[in-house]
C-alpha cells in the first residue's frame, strides 16, 4: 500500500513538473493594431519587442531585441512564437511620437494596441531614407513603400495638399518645382496634358518616364508609344512620386525612371463626404471639380467629375474637357484587399498652330491655322488586389486596360506658307492595351536586422491601329476619311508585347549601412503590319504614280540587366547614397513607319541603351535647413534624333535635290550634372519663435550633353537638344494659421531644339529656345469648410517658348501662356 502510494505521488510529481516545463516552452502570439490620433490605420510601423529595460526618451529604440516586424496596411502586427514573461513593446514611425510599453506574456496570447501621437515640435514630415519630414510640399519616399523598394534611389513625393499653386490648370511649372533638373514643356495653357522630361530627355508627352496612374500605366502603349495623352487632375491627387533612372529594374527600361499619380482615397472617418471647387481664369477658363469619398462599413470609396473649357489666349485654341474616376477600397478578409477602378477622359482642342521665329517675335499671340483640331477619348481599367501572408510578406497584383484613342486632323504644312483651304491631314489611332503586374515582398532576419525582397512578373500586350489619310476640306472637327478603305498616307496594325521578371534585395548590412542589388528580364516584340501608299505628282499637281506598298514586320529581343544601389546614414538627419543601373528603350511605331511632311524613317533604326549613376547626400539639420545634392551620369547610347539630309530626289529622276528631316540612331551622348534641391525655415533660422513660417527653397541643376562616337556628318561635339545647361528655381512661402502665399521663380538658359544644332530655319521647327525666366503668385485662405484661392501666373508677362513641335500642335514654335489670373472657391461637406 505504502508503496502504491510512493508511487502514485512520483507519477504526479513527474506530471506536475513536466506541465511546469511544457507552460514554460509554451510559445504565444503577440498581435494588436497601430492607429493615428483619427483612428486611421497606419503601414510600416516598426514594432520591436526587446527585454525589459527602462527608457530614458520615447525616441530610443533598443539595440538588442528579440524580434521585429512592421503592420501591414490595415494597421495590424503579429509576432509569434513569444515566450512568457516581461517584455518591452515599442511602436515606432517617422514623425510620429515613438511609444514604448512594458507588457508581460502570462501563458496565453496578447494583444496590444497603440495610437500614435505627431510630435508637436517637430516641421512636417522629410523622408531621409527610411525617415520621413516634410517640407512644405515635397518629401521623399521611405526605404519600403507598400510593394516597391526605394533604398538608395534618387526620388522625390509632391504633396499636392501641402502646395499653394495653380491646381485648376495643372500648372507644371509650379507644381513641379521643387524636383530639380527637370525640363518642362509650358505648351498646353489649361493643363490637359503634362510633359516633363529631365536630365537631356525630351519632355514630349512624358514619353521617357514610365507614367502610371496608382502604380498601373496610363500612356498609350508603354513600349510601341509611351506618350501620355492623359493627365490625372491635380486636384485629384494625393502626391506625386518620381524615380530617377535607377527605377528602370522595377518599373520597365526608359532612361527617365518612374513617374506616378496617386490619387485621394475616401475618408475612414466618415461614411460620406463632398466636395466642390470652382474655378475662373483668364481667356474664358472654367474649372468645375467636384469630388465624393467615404468609409460604409468595410467599403472605402472614392470619385471625381471635373470638366473644364476655356477660349484660350491665342485665335483658334478653345478647349472642352471631361474626366471622371471611381474607385473601391473592398476589405474582403483582414489580409485581402481588392481595388476596382475606372477613369474616363474625353476632350476636343482647337489648335492655333506653330509660328516662325519672324512671326512669334512680332506678336505671340497670333494663329495662321484655324482648320486645326485635336480629339481624346480615354477609357482606363484597373482591379489590383493585396495579401497579406503576415506582417512580413504581402503579394500584390494589379490588372491594367486601356480603350483610347486619339484623332489629329489639320493642315500640317510648313508653317511660313498661308493655308490655302483644300484637304486636311487625318491621323488617328485607336488603343487597346491590357497588362499585368504582381509582385511579392518579403522581409526576413539578416545578420541581426532585416533584410527585404522584392520579386515580380510584368505581362503586357498593347494593340494600335494607325491609320493617316486625307480629311475634309472644311474647318469643323470632323473626323472622317475621304476615303477610309483605302486611305492616302497608310493603315497599320501595330502590336506589341512584353514579358520580364524583375528582384531587388535590401541587404542591411549594418543598422547604417545598406546595399541593394537588383536584376531585370525582358522580352519584347514589336510587329507592324498594313500599307502605305506611294503618291508621284508633277509639277503641276498631276498624278504619276499611284501604287499601294504591303509591309510587314517584326523584331523581337530579350535582354538582361542589372543595377545596384547603396545608402549609408551616420545620423538620423543624413544620408550618402549611390546607385548604378541600366537602362534600354525599344523603337516606337514612329520609328516603324511614320509619314508626317518631310520626315523619312532609317528602316534599319536600333534600340536605345545606356545606363544611369547617382551620388547624393540628402538630410536636414535640425528643424532649420533640408538639403538633396546629387551629382548624375547618363549615358544614352545610339540615341534616336532627326537630323537633315540633301540628296537627289527620286520623285524627279535625280536631276534637282531635296532637303529632308531623317530620323535615325544619330550618335552616342554623354550627359553630366549635378542637381540640387534646399530649403529653410526663415523664422526658425533668425530665431523668431512665431507660429507663423516663411521658407525659403531653392533648386539647381547644372548639366553638360554632348554627342560622341557618330557617324553623322556635323554632330560629333555638338550639344544635346533639349537640355538647358542652367535651370534654376526659386520661391518663398509664408503660412500664418488659415493664410497662406507663395512666391515662385524660374530661370531656364538657352538650348537647342536638335541635334544639329541649328539656331534657326525658315520652318521654324528646329532652331534655338532662348532663355527664359518667369514669376507666379499665389495664395490661399481657409475657414471653417470653405478654402478661398487665387493667383497670378508669368506675374511680368514674360513672352518666350518651350518647344519648337515637328508637327502636332505646331509645326514650329509653340508660344507659352502670357499673364493670367486664376479664382478657386471651395467647399467641403
Known amino acids: 500500500m505504502k508503496y502504491r502510494t510512493f508511487s502514485f505521488l512520483v507519477i504526479l510529481l513527474i506530471f506536475f513538473c513536466t506541465d511546469i516545463d511544457m507552460a514554460l516552452a509554451q510559445q504565444y502570439t503577440l498581435s494588436g493594431t497601430v492607429t493615428d490620433q483619427s483612428g486611421t490605420p497606419v503601414e510600416n510601423v516598426s514594432i520591436y519587442l526587446a527585454e525589459e529595460q527602462p527608457q530614458s526618451s520615447d525616441r530610443t529604440i533598443p539595440l538588442n531585441y528579440e524580434s521585429k516586424t512592421v503592420t501591414n496596411r490595415n494597421g495590424r502586427y503579429s509576432i509569434k512564437n513569444v515566450s512568457a514573461g516581461p517584455y518591452q513593446l515599442i511602436a515606432y514611425y517617422p514623425g510620429k511620437r515613438t511609444q514604448s510599453k512594458q507588457i508581460t506574456i502570462d501563458h496565453r496570447d496578447a494583444v496590444q494596441n497603440f495610437k500614435l501621437e505627431k510630435f508637436e515640435d517637430m516641421m512636417d514630415e522629410v523622408v531621409i531614407g527610411g525617415q520621413t519630414e516634410r517640407t512644405s510640399g515635397i518629401t521623399r519616399l521611405r526605404s519600403v513603400e507598400g510593394v516597391t523598394i526605394n533604398e538608395s534611389k534618387k526620388n522625390e513625393v509632391l504633396v499636392i495638399d501641402d502646395m499653394t499653386v495653380n491646381k485648376a490648370t495643372n500648372n507644371s511649372r509650379q507644381v513641379y518645382a521643387k524636383v530639380p533638373g527637370l525640363n518642362i514643356w509650358q505648351t498646353d495653357d489649361a493643363g490637359v496634358q503634362t510633359s516633363v522630361g529631365g536630365r537631356g530627355l525630351s519632355p514630349k508627352r512624358n514619353s521617357n518616364f514610365n507614367t502610371r496612374q496608382n502604380g498601373y500605366d496610363i500612356a498609350a502603349d508603354a513600349l510601341g508609344y509611351p506618350e501620355s495623352y492623359y493627365t490625372p487632375p491635380v486636384q485629384a491627387l494625393e502626391r506625386i512620386e518620381i524615380i530617377r533612372g535607377a527605377a528602370s529594374l522595377q518599373y520597365g527600361t526608359q532612361f527617365g525612371g518612374m513617374l506616378n499619380f496617386e490619387f485621394k482615397d475616401g475618408p475612414d472617418n466618415t461614411p460620406f463626404r463632398f466636395s466642390s471647387k470652382q474655378s475662373y481664369g483668364s481667356f474664358g477658363l472654367f474649372n468645375s471639380f467636384n469630388s465624393v469619398g467615404g468609409t460604409i ?235 502605305y501608299r506611294n503618291i508621284v505628282r508633277d509639277l503641276a499637281g498631276n498624278i504619276l504614280v499611284d501604287e499601294r506598298i504591303a509591309e510587314q514586320r517584326s523584331r523581337d529581343r530579350s535582354f538582361l540587366f542589372f543595377g545596384i544601389g547603396s545608402s549609408y546614414r551616420p545620423g538620423r538627419q543624413l544620408e550618402i547614397y549611390g546607385n548604378f543601373s541600366q537602362n534600354y528603350r525599344a523603337i516606337n511605331f514612329n520609328d516603324i513607319r511614320v509619314d508626317i511632311g518631310s520626315l523619312e524613317v532609317d528602316p534599319d533604326i536600333q534600340d536605345e541603351r545606356g545606363f544611369n549613376v547617382d551620388l547624393g547626400i540628402r538630410g536636414q539639420v535640425g528643424k532649420l535647413f533640408s538639403y538633396d545634392l546629387t551629382a548624375f551620369h547618363l549615358s544614352y547610347e545610339d540615341r534616336i534624333g532627326t537630323v537633315l539630309r540633301t540628296e537627289p530626289n527620286p520623285k524627279f529622276n535625280n536631276l534637282v535635290e531635296r532637303t529632308f528631316r531623317y530620323r535615325t540612331n544619330i550618335a552616342d551622348a554623354g550627359i553630366y550634372g549635378i542637381e540640387s534641391f534646399a530649403e529653410a525655415d526663415l523664422f526658425t533660422l533668425m530665431g523668431y519663435n512665431s507660429k507663423a513660417r516663411l521658407s525659403l527653397f531653392t533648386n539647381l541643376s547644372l548639366i553638360e550633353a554632348t554627342y560622341t562616337n557618330t557617324d553623322e556628318p556635323g554632330i560629333e561635339g555638338n550639344d544635346v537638344e533639349l537640355v538647358p545647361p542652367f535651370n534654376f528655381k526659386t520661391g518663398l512661402t509664408f503660412s500664418q494659421g488659415s493664410f497662406e502665399a507663395s512666391y515662385q521663380f524660374s530661370y531656364v538658359a538657352e538650348h537647342f531644339s536638335d541635334a544639329t544644332n541649328a539656331r534657326q530655319t525658315p520652318t521654324a521647327i528646329e532652331g534655338i529656345i532662348p532663355s527664359y525666366k518667369v514669376m507666379d503668385l499665389s495664395a490661399k485662405y481657409r475657414f471653417d469648410r470653405f478654402t478661398l484661392e487665387g493667383g497670378i501666373n508669368n506675374l511680368t508677362n514674360e513672352k518666350y517658348f518651350t518647344r519648337r513641335a515637328t508637327g502636332y500642335p505646331g509645326p514650329g514654335i509653340i508660344p507659352a501662356k502670357i499673364r493670367n489670373f486664376y479664382i478657386t472657391a471651395g467647399i467641403q461637406i
Open 297 to 531: 462599413d468595410e467599403i472605402g470609396y472614392y470619385g471625381f467629375y471635373q470638366y473644364k473649357t476655356s477660349d484660350g489666349w491665342r485665335p483658334n485654341a478653345e478647349l472642352d474637357q471631361h474626366t471622371a474616376y471611381l474607385s473601391f477600397d473592398l476589405d474582403l478578409t483582414p489580409d485581402l484587399t481588392i481595388t476596382p477602378e475606372y477613369t474616363y477622359m474625353y476632350y476636343l482642342a482647337h489648335q492655333p498652330g506653330g509660328l516662325t521665329d519672324a512671326q512669334f517675335r512680332d506678336d505671340p499671340s497670333q494663329s495662321n491655322r484655324d482648320r486645326n483640331w485635336f480629339r481624346v477619348n480615354w477609357n482606363l481599367f484597373a482591379l489590383k488586389a493585396d495579401y497579406d501572408f503576415s506582417s512580413m510578406t504581402r503579394l500584390n497584383t494589379r490588372f491594367f486596360g486601356l480603350l483610347g484613342g486619339r484623332d489629329a486632323l489639320g493642315n500640317l504644312q510648313r508653317i511660313d506658307r498661308l493655308d490655302h483651304g483644300g484637304k486636311r491631314n487625318l491621323l488617328k489611332d485607336d488603343f487597346e492595351n491590357w497588362g499585368n503586374e504582381t509582385r511579392l515582398i518579403h522581409r526576413y532576419h539578416f545578420i541581426d536586422g532585416i533584410s527585404v525582397i522584392l520579386a515580380g512578373t510584368r505581362f503586357y500586350n498593347g494593340y494600335t491601329h494607325r491609320r493617316q489619310g486625307s480629311g475634309g476640306d472644311g474647318s469643323d472637327p470632323t473626323f472622317r476619311y475621304l476615303n477610309p478603305d483605302n486611305v492616302t498616307g497608310s493603315d497599320f496594325d501595330l502590336p506589341s508585347q512584353n514579358r520580364s521578371v524583375f528582384v531587388e534585395n535590401i541587404f542591411n548590412i549594418t543598422p547604417k549601412f545598406s546595399i541593394t542589388p537588383g536584376a531585370r528580364f525582358e522580352y519584347i516584340r514589336t510587329e507592324a503590319e498594313g500599307y
